[in-house]
């Protein structure tokens, strides 16, 4: 009778079995676009800057609520290097006569009584400067560069340029290096508000002409106090000249196009070319300076400090069954500029909704076979700080245990076309996911036949660059990873008009490319990490990078055999690359059906695994070293954009320039290592025991 007894026990306790299939169905049909359209009205109530009151009630909020769904919650503090406005005085710019009194005063100061900071680009220098205004356009090189071929001064002016095209960051660099001693930046009318300024927020879509977009310009990625190493509670923070060369050395200040429009209009100098050309009804001019002899210059202060500030990343964790030691993880930045409902409460509503989803499954004890691992980073608006002190600090057991990483900052930014970026290796699961989610788009089966005629048939994922949290754990330890994303108008970024209000009106109207997107996320976050064999593809990762080199080496190739520089070693160590991809696909498919032990699976997923660290060379690139993946990284002129065998590349470009026999040493070198990183590729794949010599 005791037995009997204990067998009942057992049954009403045990989990039943579920299937991967079933799991994942069930979840797929529990997404509710309803609940995520209220969450991210919820978490975009108030402005959620780092470290403002709501963002700290909400990551509480988290917490209990992963915890509450049948997660494991733990969390990590760091103490790291931020930028804030100082509380004395916002920053403002002046218009000054020849005399140098100010005739017009024009201030971004925010509304402080709704949790609204002043407008301000982080790490900014503090202080004031002053000098004839200079019209850059975008403030890429490009753009420089013609300005300096018109012969039109700029250094010891400030510049303006319009917010788009690059990052931030990048224009201030570039705006230094030209030798200019300030720069202002503002989000033209022709790229945020194309029809006008009475189809402006409510009216319509556009970017009213007092939005000002706020945004960080550090280069690099984290604390730039404690580089290359994590901020925990021991470390030691640079300062002085160390620190000073990591940060801009002119001031920045962001301003409303209405503001821009003030100077703009009144400047002298040759009339820009059309493609330079904005959204003001006066054309505008190339300068330096005012017309007329009313006024003389533009000054502009930054009142803005640094400090360190304590933050939290948080975890939710699914503890897998069979190889728990096995890390499938997805990510997002809780913080926001303001109230931030597209960027990044879309993310953050994304990861609550898989939560909620697969919480009666964790309830009923399901497992995952890999671990599931949810991260709320903290600080990415400042530059990226949470995720990378976090992969500084667990950087040794990532490279052993992180199967990919999967990004959704911003999963939805319009309803116009599905916009990947990822590492290759993701292709053919990326495509038979798009295959199977329905698409939010009239006359389209599935998001695969929308990205595919948007694409012209191409379904190749973006090159990922950098600007969003997936950065470290590719460029530092070699993650494999993915960044989701529904693109579409997106005028309101990083101003106070990103709201609730204006995101169900114009960006996702009954959030159903937000559901979409989250159904794929879902499919990716679970396959990943249910699958036996890893589904990461190792023929579309060879092919690509060769297809890519293929692309770099016809650009290069005359300017290099002037230098007697040959690439035949690297086109050798690409073709075995892609010769041995291809025998280990077959390999790996053979093992899907047939039996086998769990030492022969676990051998190829390590290999799977293991194939992007191949590419990850410990000192970095030259000048870059934190950037180590020697096929992919951020544009060194664009850190948004990828680059394609960046050392090679950049090298190539800068010893054309200078003509310098030690540059064109350099790019020697960058194909050595390149090709060196090729062979170490295909050595991961081999099936050897050990390798040939």
């Given amino acids: 009778m005791l037995v009997l007894k204990l067998c009942l026990v057992l049954l009403l306790v045990a989990p039943s079995y579920q299937s991967y299939d079933e799991v994942l169905n069930s979840v797929l049909s529990s997404i509710d676009a309803d609940k995520i359209g209220a969450y991210i009205k919820r978490v975009s109530a108030k402005p959620r800057n780092t470290q403002s009151a709501w963002n700290l009630q909400v990551a509480e909020d988290l917490k209990r609520e992963w915890k509450a769904f049948g997660l494991k919650v733990v969390s990590k503090k760091y103490k790291v290097m931020q930028s804030f406005p100082k509380k004395v005085d916002p920053s403002f710019a002046e218009l000054l006569s020849s005399k140098g009194v100010t005739q017009q005063t024009f201030r ?7 949790g609204i900071l002043p ?9 004031s400067a002053e000098g004839k205004p200079v019209y850059v356009n975008y403030g890429r090189k490009e753009d420089f560069a013609l300005l300096k071929e018109r012969g039109v001064e700029m250094k010891g002016c400030i510049g303006l340029a319009r917010y788009g095209k690059i990052f931030r960051g990048d224009k201030a660099a570039l705006a230094e290096q030209y030798g200019m001693v300030g720069l202002i930046i503002y989000n033209d009318g022709a790229d945020y508000a194309p029809e006008g300024d009475d189809n402006t927020w409510p009216n319509g879509a556009g970017l009213p002409y007092s939005g000002i977009q706020r945004g960080t310009l550090l280069q690099g990625l984290g604390d730039p106090s404690t580089y290359l190493y994590p901020s925990t509670e021991y470390a030691s923070h640079d300062s002085g000249d160390d620190l000073k060369s990591r940060l801009p050395g002119i001031v920045v200040m962001p301003i409303s196009f209405e503001n821009a429009l003030l100077v703009l209009k009144k400047m002298r100098g040759d009339v820009v070319s059309e493609d330079w050309q904005g959204g003001g009804e006066k054309e505008y001019k190339y300068g330096p300076g005012f017309s007329g002899n009313k006024l003389d210059k533009l000054r502009i202060t930054v009142n803005i400090e640094t400090r360190l500030t304590e933050v939290e990343n948080i975890f939710g964790i699914i503890k897998g069954d069979r190889e728990p030691d096995r890390w499938v993880m997805m990510g997002n930045h809780r913080d926001t500029w303001v109230q931030g409902a597209v960027d990044a409460s879309t993310g953050l509503a994304t990861m609550y909704e898989i939560a909620r989803a697969l919480s009666p499954h964790l309830k009923s004890g399901w497992r995952p076979r890999r671990t599931l691992v949810l991260c709320s980073w903290a600080a990415e608006e400042q530059g990226l700080m ?14 052993e245990r992180a199967v990919a990483y999967i990004n959704v900052d911003c999963p939805v930014t319009g309803n116009f076309t599905f916009s990947p970026k990822a590492t290759p290796n993701f292709k053919p699961l990326l495509e038979r996911v798009m295959k199977d989610t329905k698409a939010n788009f009239p006359g389209y089966k599935s998001y695969y036949e929308q990205w595919s005629k948007s694409s012209n048939g191409t379904t190749e994922a973006a090159i990922l ?4 949290d997936f950065a470290a754990f590719l460029q530092m330890v070699g993650v494999s990873a993915i960044d989701l994303s529904v693109n579409g108008p997106y005028y309101t970024y990083h101003t106070q008009y990103d709201n609730f209000e204006y995101f169900k009106t114009h960006i996702d109207p009954g959030f159903g490319a937000m559901k979409a997107i989250t159904q794929v996320g879902a499919r990716l976050f679970i396959d990943l990490a249910c699958s036996k064999i890893i589904p990461l593809n190792a023929v579309s990762y060879a ?5 890519v080199f293929n692309e770099v080496k016809e650009k290069m190739s005359a300017g290099l055999q002037r230098q007697g520089i040959s690439l035949s070693a690297i086109d050798q160590a690409l073709a075995e690359f892609v010769s041995e991809a291809r025998l280990f696909e077959k390999r790996k498919n053979a093992l899907r059906t047939a039996k086998n032990n769990w030492l022969d699976v676990r051998r190829i997923n390590d290999k799977i695994q293991q194939l992007e660290r191949s590419f990850i060379n410990p000192p970095g690139l030259p000048e870059r070293p934190q950037n180590r993946h020697i096929l992919f990284a951020p544009s060194q002129t664009n850190a948004y954009g990828g680059s394609v065998y960046p050392g090679i590349a950049d090298w190539y470009e800068r010893a054309v320039e200078s003509g310098r026999d030690e540059d064109w040493n350099e790019v020697r070198k960058q194909i050595t290592i390149a090709t060196w990183v090729t062979k170490a590729a295909t050595r991961t794949l081999s099936n050897q025991v050990f390798p040939k010599m």
Avoid: C, H, I, M
């Fill in 108 to 114: 971004e100061d925010g509304e402080p009584s709704k």
């Fill in 386 to 399: 949470g995720s990378t002190e976090f992969v500084e600090d667990y950087r040794a057991l990532l490279s």
């Fill in 119 to 127: 407008a301000y680009n982080a790490f900014s220098k503090d202080g």
């Fill in 465 to 468: 660059g950098s600007g969003s």
């Fill in 543 to 547: 092919t690509r990078v060769q297809s």
